[in-house]
């Protein structure tokens, strides 16, 4: 399955949540090919710190090109795609062949909006093909008395053809400093709230990891 990770706007998180979700199927013992679409080259950085620091399982990296959709049709297994907008044609080439897109959505309007726009977007792109779209809150307000959080995930749930993941995924420190560090949140620190909420997370988009050391 080729599941496109990405969001027109920044800071969404992407990056960290195409890591997460790649080093998670390796460590369930799929073969998993990730590309990096974003000249930022994050998810590179973060493959390179956890093969120079000897952790494992390691997944395959690999980068756009002339023949990006060949070779994304190519793969087997699992394929995970972090894309840009500083690339827009790798970006509307692995949207074209995607069978899933995740949007991870930041809590705010400015968020919404842009995420509006992917949408349309990517109805442009997929004329021919209907991938799943998944939208979430990303980056959410760990603090209860905080409303944006829900008022994002109340926008989500009003927008067509999508499917909303309930299930948020926090701003904490634990996806930052495990990020740094090369690991998946679930490995750094298993009995964290970053760490349940993740394999939740995962375990919906792939419910076969579900009961595989995901709890």
């Not at 950085?45 to 190519?74: C, K, M």
């Not at 959410?140 to 299930?167: C, F, M, P, Y």
């Amino acid at each position: 399955m080729i599941t496109v990770v990405g969001n027109l706007k920044g800071g969404s998180g992407k990056s960290t949540v195409a890591f997460n979700l790649a080093v998670w199927l390796a460590a369930h013992g799929k073969r998993v090919s990730a590309f990096d679409l974003d000249p930022q080259r994050t998810l590179t950085d973060v493959h390179e710190v956890r093969s120079e620091e000897g952790y494992t399982p390691l997944f395959s990296l690999h980068y756009g090109g002339a023949d990006l959709v060949d070779d994304l049709i190519s793969k087997s297994g699992e394929v995970i795609v972090d894309v840009g907008t500083a690339d827009m044609a790798a970006m509307k080439s692995a949207l074209s062949v995607a069978d899933r897109i995740v949007i991870p959505v930041p809590p705010s309007q400015a968020d919404i909006w842009s995420t509006q726009r992917f949408l349309t977007l990517i109805s442009r792109v997929v004329s021919e093909k209907s991938p799943e779209v998944c939208v979430f809150v990303n980056r959410a307000d760990t603090h209860h008395s905080v409303r944006e959080s829900d008022e994002a995930e109340e926008a989500l749930a009003d927008l067509q053809g999508v499917t909303l993941i309930k299930n948020r995924l926090h701003q904490r420190t634990a996806y930052r400093r495990s990020f740094s560090e090369g690991v998946g949140v679930f490995e750094a620190e298993p009995s964290s709230k970053a760490s349940l909420e993740f394999r939740v997370f995962a375990g919906i988009l792939y419910p076969e990891t579900r009961d595989k050391g995901g709890r």
